[in-house]
């Protein structure tokens, strides 16, 4: 991961300026909010992977910087947003954002962050990279929904998960991946295999979270462990533990996940009952595979230092700790 960073470095100093220019603001509290969320340690997978996507298909202007900006403001309102919904404490380590500044400024915030964006958008000049994200914003929404629909319901399977893990998740980095090659104006099969890229790449990276929601240390994962379990959210860890268990084990999931209350005894035997049922595993082979399938999708660009970055990004996905 760090040949990929060192190899990014000029581009990404760039990125984090344009994000200190699109924070100003004449309200002191949206740069505060703002920058208080962006620089709290992000991963900048999303930014990354526009970058490495135009580079690999020999981009030459310097949109994609403002774009990469783009889509990690997208991600950071969405993110301000979710630990409102979800009352979140801690977001990489630090407090979360509605947790110092209240849930309405990190909403507001949160709606500044989108604004700016499809203002910043407008700068592409094109209305197909518009188009994109604009429908991409639109399933993020729908995916957020989705989840919270699911909450607590022990019927979903595999398939409605992997529908909230790609309208949540995986659609914002696919669009990251895609807006790169229309941005380089590459053929209709190239833009398509990016897309299918970021996808399954997005998936991955999602599938891989979840399995850390469970195993990864607090200060390492920079969010309480089990709270996932604790808002009642289903994922494919605990789904694939659940389709195996006894009657009796499917009836203290049960009652653990609709209490209003998470004790340490009821994370415990979960997490027991993940690990006897092979769920991190599962999870774990499921991440490796979408990672398998990425990789095949740039078999139609030729091999370079960009390809090469791109299948480091990916391997990192499914190695991480954090």
């Known amino acids: 991961m ?27 509290l949206v740069s505060q909010v703002g ?31 403002d774009l990469a900006g783009v889509v990690e403001f997208i991600h950071t309102a969405t993110l301000l947003h979710d630990d409102v919904v ?65 909450t607590c319901d022990l019927e979903v399977d595999e398939p409605r998960y992997l529908q909230v893990v790609r309208d949540k998740t995986a659609i914002l980095i696919a669009a990251a991946c895609q807006v790169a090659g229309v941005l380089s104006g590459v053929d209709d099969t190239q833009e398509m295999a990016l897309r299918e890229f970021g996808l399954e790449i997005g998936t991955a990276f999602q599938l891989m ?28 860890p605990l789904i694939h533990a659940y389709s195996k268990s006894s009657t009796e084990e499917r009836q203290e999931v049960s009652r653990i996940i609709e ?20 769920g991190i595993d599962y999870t774990r082979v499921k991440a490796i595979e979408r990672i398998d399938r990425a ?12 390809r090469r970055a791109l299948f480091t990004l990916a391997d990192y996905v499914v190695s991480r700790s954090k």
């Open 35 to 65: 920058d208080y969320v962006l620089s709290s340690g992000g991963k900048r997978i999303r930014p990354m992977l526009l970058l490495l996507c135009a580079r690999l298909c020999h981009y030459q202007g310097d949109k994609h910087i």
């Open 209 to 236: 979270d979840d399995a850390l929601d469970y195993i990864a240390d607090q200060e390492d994962f920079g969010k309480e462990k089990g709270h996932d379990l604790f808002e009642g959210k289903m994922t494919l």
């Open 86 to 150: 979800d009352s979140a404490n801690l977001r990489r380590g630090n407090r979360s954002a509605n947790s110092v500044w209240g849930n309405q400024a990190s909403v507001l915030v949160g709606d500044f962050l989108f604004a700016k964006s499809f203002s910043v958008m407008v700068g592409s000049e094109s209305l197909k990279i518009l188009q994109i994200l604009s429908d991409t914003t639109t399933q993020l929404a729908e995916g957020e929904i989705l989840q919270l629909i699911n």
């Open 295 to 306: 990789k095949r999708q740039l078999a139609i660009f030729p091999d370079g230092e960009a």
């Open 259 to 278: 209490a209003e209350e998470l004790t340490k005894e009821d994370l415990d035997y979960v997490c027991h009952l993940i690990d006897a049922k092979d």
């Open 2 to 28: 760090e040949t990929v960073i060192e190899l990014l470095q000029d581009e990404m100093a760039a990125v984090e300026r344009q994000f200190k220019k699109n924070l100003m603001s004449d309200v002191q």
